[in-house]
């Protein structure tokens, strides 16, 4: 047997699968939003010491040729001192560059410092070939900057060159294995999330389907018992005309015997010239008459609606006094008794319903 329980509107699974929805969709867009962040910090930093990297080892050739040129007597006259003293500088920052963001990113400092080593016993030899290019002695100068100790440092210095290099390489696979790992799980968690909402909506939209059905079938109820009051009411309207016709037919059957009665009464009436008889024979008339009253008022009463009262004042003292004397006139004379009532009040109503 079908249930007629009423199907409430699903709010609160609706609200919680809307909830959950806005949630997951904030929490996917921040996690895209951090990998992205991480992958683009990582890239920069990268590319960062990559390019430091360059520039260090041009710097580096830059400062080896500037003192082997200044070595040799042929090229004695140039400013090459001050040249060298300018590359120095920038050979510096950029090394210096380099471990900082070695540090801020946790790279091994190690192999940095491998060539800051190498660096400054590169430039103390370079400074040495100086010195001995000040004094004229270009052999000396010479020997500083194309011996097997600076050829050595050299190497040195690229391997350290090469290790941070590697380094970089092999860090950035590391972070990049590990934002590959979490978006992974990212990946999965968001499925299982999606298989969740899913079951949720689906649980939703049910309900929804069910209450909608539910309203469908309450407005066709509501329908349907609409027509059967239409249908009601029609039958009602006619049966209350048929009640119309027929109180129109008892009315006049009974008002021909309310006419015969008055008739002879006014005949004996004429007839007879006792002043008794002549006080019952108006004792009949008036109750003759009273009926008559009745009848018309029945129907009148049968035919009425809520549009056709007309309210008026009426005085139920006086009505009161008319009802005594002719409705009951004889029944007091018959059982001496008397009937007695204080001052009634003024009432506003319809006269024919009232009385």
């Known amino acids: 047997m079908e249930s007629n329980k009423k199907i409430q509107f699903p709010t609160i699974i609706l609200t919680i699968a809307v909830i959950m929805s806005a949630c997951t969709f904030v929490w996917q867009g921040y996690a895209l939003l951090r990998s992205y962040q991480s992958l683009s910090d990582l890239v920069q930093s990268d590319l960062n010491i990559t390019r430091l990297a360059s520039e260090i080892v041009y710097y580096d050739e830059v400062l080896t040729m500037t003192a082997r040129i200044n070595a040799m007597d042929n ?6 001192k001050r040249r060298y003293a300018i590359y120095e500088q920038k050979l510096e920052t950029a090394i210096e560059n380099v471990e900082n963001i070695s540090i801020e990113y946790d790279y091994n ?9 190498a660096n400054e016993r590169l430039v103390e030899l370079e400074q040495l070939s100086f010195d001995a290019v000040d004094q004229g002695e270009f052999d000396k100068a ?6 097997d100790e600076y050829q050595r440092e050299k190497q040195n210095y690229a391997n350290g060159i090469h290790n941070l290099l590697d380094r970089l390489s092999d860090r950035s696979k590391l972070r990049l294995d590990s934002e590959r790992k979490r978006t992974e799980m990212l990946i999965i968690f968001t499925v299982c999330l999606i298989l969740v909402l899913t079951v949720i909506w689906f649980y939703a939209l049910t309900n929804v389907r069910k209450w ?6 309450s407005n066709a109820d509501i329908l349907a018992a609409k027509e059967a009051i239409e249908t009601s009411l029609d039958h009602l309207e006619e049966a209350n005309k048929e009640v119309e016709r027929f109180n129109y037919v008892v009315a006049h059957d009974l008002k021909e ?3 015969s009665i008055y008739s002879f009464s006014q005949l004996i009436e004429e007839k007879n010239e006792d002043p008794e008889i002549s006080e019952n024979i108006n004792i009949i008339k008036r109750a003759t008459n009273r009926m008559r009253m009745i009848i018309d008022d029945l129907l009148s009463f049968a035919k009425l609606t809520k549009s056709d009262c007309t309210f008026e004042d009426i005085d139920t003292s006086h009505e009161m006094k008319f009802i005594v004397s002719e409705n009951l006139d004889a029944v007091i004379k018959e059982s001496n008794g008397s009937v007695t009532f204080d001052n009634l009040p003024v009432m506003v109503a319809d006269r024919m319903k009232f009385i």
């Open 257 to 259: 015997p309310l006419r």
């Open 142 to 147: 010479q020997s500083y900057l194309f011996n």
């Open 75 to 80: 090229f004695s006259g140039w400013n090459w």
């Open 109 to 117: 400092v190690k192999h940095i410092e491998q060539t800051f080593m």
């Open 212 to 217: 909608k059905q539910s309203v469908e079938k």
